[in-house]
């Protein structure tokens, strides 16, 4: 296994972890000789395959989720403003 001191480690970081990824074989960082970390490629993990139209048929659409609950003419914001209200 390779080692790196800790200094250079951090003065290079992203190339010794893309030399990880592309040669798969770990990096021992050290300070003062001694062990650190070790970096190591990730395991192997399965592909998540995102199935398109699964939920299909699985639900329907029944109208609008909030209906009116009063008259428009209740509402504040609906209102004329140069009108005053008796």
């Known amino acids: ?9 951090k003065a290079t970081c992203l190339a010794v972890l893309e030399r990880v990824r592309k040669t798969g074989k770990p990096i021992l960082v050290t300070r003062f000789g001694w062990p650190v970390a070790r970096i190591e490629p ?16 699985s639900m329907t659409i029944n109208g609008d989720i909030v209906g009116p609950i009063s008259d428009i003419s209740d509402w504040g914001a609906a209102r004329d403003p140069g009108k005053e209200q008796k």
Not at 1 to 6: D, S
Not at 42 to 57: E, L, M, S, V
């Open 1 to 9: 296994m390779n080692e790196i001191a800790i200094s250079k480690f």
């Open 42 to 57: 990730p395991a192997d993990q399965p592909t998540k395959q995102i199935r398109f139209g699964t939920g299909a048929a």
